[in-house]
Nanobody
Framework: QVELVESGGGSVQAEGSLELSCVLS????????MAWFRQRPGKNREFVAR??????IAYADSVKGRFTISRPNVKNTYLQMKNLKSEDTAVYHC????????????WGQGTQVTVST
């Protein structure tokens, strides 16, 4: 059973930085794509960033230039967040897309990020 565990959330002042971490429980699984999603208060879950095994990366327009996704090895995926804004307040989830077909089969429980002004 694949499990994803996020960490690194917390409270930060606007314009501050945080780095989220996602650890994949089974590092021998061939997971093609990893992504971060978030759910802001009162909103639907939304895409934030994704990275694939071929090195391709995509970001939501709202975070371009401020967030950086990385996956230095099979097990770990990170989301570096800079210049945080109050509208970035959300629960952030990492998700795994084993075949890079857009189907995120595995999800973490999420980590809360709160940005205050």
């Amino acid at each position: 059973q694949v499990e994803l565990v996020e960490s690194g959330g917390g409270s930060v002042q606007a314009e501050g930085s945080l780095e989220l971490s996602c650890v994949l429980s089974e590092s021998d699984r061939d997971i093609c794509g990893m992504a971060w999603f978030r759910q802001r208060p009162g909103k639907n879950r939304e895409f934030v960033a994704r990275i694939r095994s071929d090195g391709s990366i995509a970001y939501a327009d709202s975070v371009k230039g401020r967030f950086t996704i990385s996956r230095p090895n099979v097990k770990n995926t990170y989301l570096q967040m800079k210049n945080l804004k109050s509208e970035d307040t959300a629960v952030y989830h990492c998700a795994a897309d084993p075949s890079c077909n857009g189907r995120y089969t595995y999800w973490g429980q999420g980590t809360q990020v709160t940005v205050s002004t």
